[in-house]
C-alpha cells in the first residue's frame, strides 16, 4: 500500500501560483510514477502532468504547458507541481496518484493509488 497526502492548495488570484506537495509513505517511493490529476465540478478527473520514477521524464496536458512543473525527490518521498500563470480554469480539486508502471504514464486506469485531494480555486 502507498498512503499519498496532497498540500498546498488554497485562493488565489488569477495570474497568481501555487506549489502542491504530495507526501508519500508505505513503499518504495523510487518503484513509482506520479502523477497529478484534477477534477472540476461536473467534469471528469483528467491528467494534468506526470513523472517517471526518476523525475528524467515527464508529460504535460496541453493547457498548462509552459505554466506547470512536476518534480519529485525521492529522498522525500515528495513529488511535487508548481502552477504559475494560475487561470481560472484551473480551479479544481488536484490528486496526485501512484502507478505501479515506472514510466511517464497519463491515463488515469495505469494508477493504483490516489490521495484524498486538495482544492485549488483561481479568481479572476
Known sequence: ???LVESGGGLVQAGG???LS???SGRTFSNYAMGWF???PGKERDVVAAINWNGGSTYY???VKGRFTISRDNAKNTVYLQMNSLK???TAVYYCAASRIRTVVAASLNY???GQGTQVTVSS
Request: glycine share 0%; net charge neutral; with cysteine.
Open 1 to 3: 500500500q502507498v498512503q
Open 17 to 19: 501560483s501555487l506549489r
Open 22 to 24: 504530495c507526501a508519500a
Open 38 to 40: 484534477r477534477q472540476a
Open 61 to 63: 496536458r496541453d493547457s
Open 88 to 90: 481560472p480554469e484551473d
Open 112 to 114: 493504483n493509488y490516489w
